[in-house]
């Protein structure tokens, strides 16, 4: 209640004013000034409700949108693809974040263009001078830098800058580098799996993508409100390979030497465990890094050719053809076959690699010395269909399954042919005529190591997690029994003569009974028709310890240079690399029949 | 309250003072009552407070000198029970304030915990992510230095090599020994037969 003034202070003027407002001619409420009145207030009652009207019907589809991106926030966690590791758990492939950064200089709002730059260009590796340029040309939008490592982003964020965008993107790493390219394969820029295990197990390495809307407070904090069970949960699976990393890097020291003393195009050695077909090592010579693939020149080196590229095996596939010879029973264990040097089936000579003649020679010694007319009649001892229908069982036709992209499939030719033409089956008596993948000679020649069963040759053992739980395994089915273990175990014996004291004594390795067979094919002429007279494909291939059987060892040179035979230069490869293998799957040396 | 005007105050007070006659002001003590003796008692000259429409009926009450009215005025123990369903409300009463008081306490403190816990995953979130994110890097960076080793230095200089079929040392099996005999071994005379007692 407001005090009245007492009178005494009332001063003269208040007084007077007082008098004024009492002398106004009393307003009085007109009709018009009444409808003036309710004009107006109808009026800003109809500009309020045409308003509510704008922002509720017209404009709420881009108010709504708009609110939703200022209240809302896109929560994406980054999911890294899963990482690889080799058979001892050392990292092979791995995920990591990181940004293409934009500046927008008109956002820099207290810091200098000059300022910002010269924070900047320590961090991104560019000169101050030249970004000050660019954020002076240009308002917003500028790309920065693309594949910033997470560190230096963080560093970047530290400084506080106003307008500067990092947009998140994953990165494969192979730590490794070239060591495994040609079993990984690479994850391009676009998040793309090119070849290896990438592609194979694209499903169990990808991630789901999670991602969900959330809610931020007005100073940008996520209310994980909504955020559904489980999102922020990573799985530590990954994929374990069953190369050995060390034994990789051990061959692919030897590969790489042998290939350039001998000048071959490219070199390839395979090592396999014959008991389940697991891969242990593969080396291509030459290879790639998968983290530069941009870099290759050469995208010859991109695949994996051994098993996409087709060859003529040559007489390593010479024990293949004594062990279905011994078990289609048309030749027995003591028999023996006349090498004359040269003989000739449908009108074609063919003749002893040397053109020796040896006469009467045990199915031994056909090996030893890699005798083709003695194949030749060892072969001749099946009916061609017969013999054809063996070709088809052990699977020449066929893939063999290994869990790598792109295999090749072999070729043979039709069975009508080889019935007709006695030719066919005398060149694929030593390993000519037809072709096949190198994986797939590992793959028969681990028959004979393992007792006759056809294993599937793969590289990954399974998905993991980090407390070693199994998720997933490749399934194996039974290995169908193809070759009598009594067979396989006498052609073993047949082959270790090869290497005591035959064409492949340059594989021999102290203390272990190493069985080997050499081989050396012509490469097909150029523009097609017959054999070239200088291009080779020489390989070797050795099982060991002989009286365990166990380990397949193939290796491959491509056009090595000068009077290269199997024997003098893919042997020594095998040579050295059983001593690796040895030394690691730590085997004891062998012991002499009983 | 608004009086109506038919109804004059004389009659009221009247109603008033008769209750207060008969009753003695114990059940439902009205205010406007019990202030009236109280400020009489305490001016000591009650009489010339009474407007004077208030005519008490019953003769004038006992002087009051020396002593107040609310001393004089017990209040009765009211010996009756409250009924039963007077009883229960009251009962239902006490028991629905505590309940309500639980749960507003219970209310501000969900409240507070939503807004605190959702602000501590936040936070947590974001330790979450950079310990991912070390944990990656640590990874990376322990593998590119296995890598860089095993690539650059030359391991001879060092005197290592890859390990090979020339490391292994292997010690042949000693020879088997005869066993000895066991045949006529009876059982040992010194050894005590032990008999779990328990059994």
Redesign the interface.
């Known amino acids: 209640m407001v005090r009245p003034y007492p009178s005494r202070q009332r001063s003269s003027h208040q007084r007077s004013l007082a008098r004024q407002i009492a002398a106004l001619p009393e307003a009085k409420p007109t009709l018009s000034r009444l409808r003036i009145v309710w004009i107006m207030l109808l009026a800003s009652g109809g500009l309020l409700g045409l308003n509510l009207l704008r922002l509720q019907v017209f404009q709420a589809a881009d108010l709504v949108t708009r609110a939703k991106q200022q209240q809302t926030t896109l929560l994406k ?2 999911t ?1 693809r899963r ?1 690889v590791v080799d058979r001892n758990g ?2 092979i492939a ?4 990181v940004y293409t950064v934009f500046v927008h200089p008109r956002y820099f709002d207290k810091k200098s263009n000059q300022e910002v730059a010269n924070l900047l260009a320590p961090l991104v590796n560019q000169n101050s001078a030249e970004l000050q340029k660019k954020f002076d040309g240009n308002r917003t939008g500028i790309r920065l830098i693309d594949q910033l490592e ?2 230096t982003a963080q560093r970047i964020k530290d400084l506080l800058i106003d307008g500067i965008d990092f947009i998140p993107s994953s990165r494969r ?1 192979y ?3 070239d ?1 495994l390219a040609n079993i990984t394969g690479y994850v391009d820029l676009e998040q793309k799996s090119q070849g290896g295990i990438e592609t194979t197990y694209e499903h169990l390495l990808k991630p789901r993508e999670k991602s969900v809307r959330l809610n931020k407070t007005g100073g940008g ?5 909504g ?1 559904p069970n489980g999102f ?1 949960r ?1 799985d530590d699976q990954h994929l374990q390979l069953t190369i050995d990393s ?1 034994m990789q ?2 061959v692919q ?1 030897i590969v790489d030497r042998q290939v350039s003393t001998f000048g071959a195009k490219r070199g390839l050695v395979i090592v396999m465990d014959s008991q389940d077909g697991s891969i242990l090592s593969m080396v291509n010579s030459p290879r790639f890094d998968p983290n530069e693939y941009w870099n290759v020149k050469d995208f010859a080196v991109l695949k994996n050719w051994g098993l996409t590229d087709l060859y003529e095996p040559g007489s390593t596939f010479k024990p293949i053809n004594v062990a279905i010879a011994l078990e289609a029973g048309t030749v027995q264990l003591g028999d023996y076959f006349n090498d004359s040097g040269t003989i000739v089936v449908g009108g074609w000579p063919i003749s002893n690699s040397d053109n020796a003649a040896r006469g009467s020679l045990s199915l031994t010694d056909v090996m030893r010395y890699s005798s083709n007319v003695g194949m030749v009649r060892i072969a001749q001892t099946m009916k061609p269909s017969v013999y054809y229908s063996w070709l088809e069982r052990i699977g020449l036709v066929q893939f063999t399954d290994v869990d790598l992209p792109f295999e090749a499939q072999g070729y043979l030719k039709p069975r009508q042919t080889y019935i007709t033409s006695p030719i066919e089956v005398a060149t694929t008596a030593f390993g000519q005529g037809f072709s096949i993948t190198p994986i797939q000679l590992a793959k028969l020649h681990a028959m004979l190591a393992n007792g006759g069963k056809m294993v599937t040759p793969h590289v990954v053992k399974g998905l993991y997690d980090s407390q070693g739980r199994t998720f997933w395994e490749p399934r194996q089915s039974m290995p169908k029994q193809i070759f009598s273990p009594k067979n396989t175990k006498a052609i073993l014996r047949m082959m270790e003569a090869v290497v005591d004291s035959g064409t492949g004594k340059a594989a021999q ?4 009974r190493v069985a080997g067979k050499t081989g050396t094919a012509q490469k097909a002429a150029e523009g097609g028709g017959g054999y070239s007279d200088s291009r080779f494909i020489t390989s070797f291939v050795g099982i060991f310890p002989v009286d365990n059987p166990r380990y397949v060892v193939l290796s491959v040179l491509d056009e090595p240079q000068g009077q290269a035979y199997g024997g003098t230069t893919a042997a020594p490869i095998v040579s050295e690399v ?3 293998v ?3 799957e ?4 062998s012991k002499p029949d009983p | 309250m608004v009086r109506s005007p038919s109804r004059p105050p004389p009659r009221r007070t009247q109603q008033r003072s008769s209750s207060n006659a008969s009753q003695p002001l114990i059940d439902f003590p009205n205010q406007s009552m019990s202030r009236s003796p109280r400020s009489m008692g305490n001016n000591g000259n009650p009489v010339r407070r009474i407007p004077e429409f208030v005519v008490p009926r019953s003769p004038a009450p006992t002087p009051l000198k020396g002593r107040s009215l609310r001393s004089s005025l017990k209040a009765m123990p009211n010996r009756r029970p409250l009924p039963v369903w007077l009883r229960a409300l009251k009962k239902i009463e006490k028991v629905s304030i505590i309940v309500a008081l639980l749960l507003v306490g219970s209310a501000v403190v969900t409240y507070g915990w939503a807004v605190y816990s ?2 501590l ?2 936070k947590d ?1 974001s330790r ?2 950079t310990l ?2 070390n944990e ?2 640590l ?2 960076g322990s ?2 230095m ?2 860089d080793i ?2 650059r230095t030359d391991p001879k200089q060092y005197g290592l090599v ?7 040392v ?1 010690i042949p099996s000693a020879p088997l020994r005869p066993a000895p005999s066991t045949r006529n071994l009876g059982p040992d005379p010194k050894a005590k037969l032990i008999t779990p007692i328990g059994y």
Not at chain 2, 162 to 168: A, K, L
């Open positions: 966690p980054f890294p990482p050392n990292a791995m995920d990591e974040q997470e560190n790493v730590p490794q580098q060591l904090s996520i209310l994980p409100e955020v922020v990573q060390r890097r051990a020291e390795v102290p203390g272990f059983i001593k690796v040895a030394g690691i730590q085997l004891p040396p | 959702q602000q995953w936040g979130y979450l992510d991912r994110r990656r890097q990874l990376k593998e590119l296995k890598n095993a690539r890859p390990r090979s079929s020339d490391h292994i292997v």
